[in-house]
């Protein structure tokens, strides 16, 4: 039963978990938000009692930062692994379920299977066989959950700046296929392509 975090204590509830003995994995997903490009979702397994330093919400740092915490966070973890959903499967499944799914396969891409998986959200993944609990604004109150959405975006603003090269129009490399004022206009001007995302919103 977990008692009432410590909002300081940002392995509060990873520390549940292995004092039962369990190896304990978070989940974050990183372009929920994107009209283009795939959702990506990472997960990571943390040794024990184990804080890397500089670790937080992918969302308040910079993207130097995030790379260099991307290469502490792999050098350390015990494992670790990338899941994703692409434009396809998102307008086929809704996004919310996309990203559900991306982070169950990341998940079980894991080659050291965690007793405990702390996901980022509030809503437990459809067909995890693992316990899991959901925790509302989990990367910023979960050391494990926060190392995994450093994973999270890091890979997926790569994966959208090697998109740019191919469709350079768009400025993937700067705005990761967010729905900003210059990538509205883009897609104005020049159309959609097999990136994005059908079912969203793509003109205004």
């Not at 959609?192 to 205004?204: A, G, I, M, Q």
Request: aromatic letters at 8%; charged letters at 20%; hydrophobic letters at 40%.
């Amino acid at each position: 039963m977990f008692q009432d975090p410590d909002d300081k204590d940002d392995l509060f509830f990873e520390r549940e978990y292995w004092n039962a003995g369990h190896l304990v994995a978070g989940v974050d997903e990183a372009g929920r938000g994107c009209l283009a490009g795939p959702v990506v979702a990472a997960a990571v397994v943390l040794p024990e009692n184990v804080r890397i330093e500089g670790v937080t919400d992918s969302k308040v740092l910079s993207a130097l930062k995030r790379q260099k915490l991307a290469k502490q966070i792999k050098a350390t973890a015990l494992s670790w692994s990338i899941g994703s959903c692409n434009p396809k499967e998102i307008d086929q499944l809704n996004i919310l379920w996309a990203s559900m799914e991306a982070m169950r396969r990341a998940i079980e891409a894991l080659d050291m299977g965690p007793g405990f998986v702390l996901i980022d959200g509030n809503t437990s993944i459809p067909g995890l066989s693992i316990p899991s609990k959901p925790i509302i604004k989990g990367d910023s109150k979960s050391h494990t959950i926060a190392a995994a959405s450093i994973l999270a975006k890091t890979h997926r603003d790569d994966l959208m700046n090697s998109y740019h090269q191919t469709y350079p129009t768009y400025s993937w490399n700067t705005n990761a296929g967010y729905p900003t004022a210059a990538h509205y206009e883009a897609i104005r001007l020049h159309g959609v392509t097999d990136l994005h995302r059908s079912s969203f919103k793509l003109y205004r």
